[in-house]
Nanobody, 115 residues
Framework: QVQLVESGGGLVQPGGSLKLSCTASGIIFSLYRLGWYRQAPGKERELVAFITSRYITNYVDSVKGRFTISRDNAKNTVYLQMDSLKPEDTAVYYC?????????WGQGTQVTVSS
């Protein structure tokens, strides 16, 4: 059974930083692409960044240069380092992976950027 558990969200002032973590179980972690998504109130869920099994990364334009996705296969964990946070980054952040064409999501972690 695939499970993803996020942590690390919270309240931060504009310009601040947070680091999200997502730990996976039930998969051979090193073989899987992992993605971070977010959903703000009243908006659709959007892809923020992903990292492949070969460490290839990609980011949505709005976070390029500010966010960094990384993975530690020994810990079955994917990270999202978020710097220079803006109020528009406020959202629930989810990690996702796909196994046998089934999408698995974590429970989400709230990130609020406000002064």
């Amino acid at each position: 059974q695939v499970q993803l558990v996020e942590s690390g969200g919270g309240l931060v002032q504009p310009g601040g930083s947070l680091k999200l973590s997502c730990t996976a179980s039930g998969i051979i972690f090193s073989l899987y692409r992992l993605g971070w998504y977010r959903q703000a109130p009243g908006k659709e869920r959007e892809l923020v960044a992903f990292i492949t099994s070969r460490y290839i990364t990609n980011y949505v334009d709005s976070v390029k240069g500010r966010f960094t996705i990384s993975r530690d296969n020994a810990k079955n964990t994917v990270y999202l380092q978020m710097d220079s946070l803006k109020p528009e980054d406020t959202a629930v952040y989810y990690c996702k992976t796909t196994d046998n064409f089934i999408n698995y999501w974590g429970q989400g972690t709230q990130v609020t950027v406000s002064s």
